[in-house]
């Protein structure tokens, strides 16, 4: 399943980087870099998507993504040497 969400990403005083989704509020994973922090980004959402079905809760409105072959707007960010 394709998911669609947005992140907020929060570099953190004492290093590393917080992720939440407006979206999702239950979402939240740190790690010291960013493309750690990222990587647990699935494993955050899979367990916010358990959570909403256990409870027998909706997700969001256009969370899910019913055509994963259609065009997909991202943002992302990107560092360069």
């Known amino acids: 399943m394709f998911y ?6 929060n570099p953190q005083p004492e ?3 917080t992720v939440t ?8 994973t740190e790690r010291d870099t960013l493309d750690e922090a990222l990587t647990n980004v699935r494993d955050a959402l899979t367990a916010v998507v358990e959570a909403y079905q256990d409870l027998g ?3 969001p409105a256009n969370v899910q993504i019913s055509d994963k ?3 997909l707007w ?7 040497p």
């Not at 669609?4 to 990403?9: A, H, R, T, Y």
């Not at 407006?22 to 939240?28: D, K, N, R, T």
């Not at 991202?74 to 360069?80: I, K, N, S, Y």
């Open 69 to 71: 072959d259609g065009p």
């Open 15 to 17: 290093g590393g980087f």
């Open 57 to 59: 809760r909706p997700l």
């Open 74 to 80: 991202l943002e992302t960010v990107v560092t360069l």
């Open 4 to 9: 669609k969400i947005p992140l907020v990403l």
């Open 21 to 28: 989704s407006p979206l999702l509020p239950e979402l939240v």
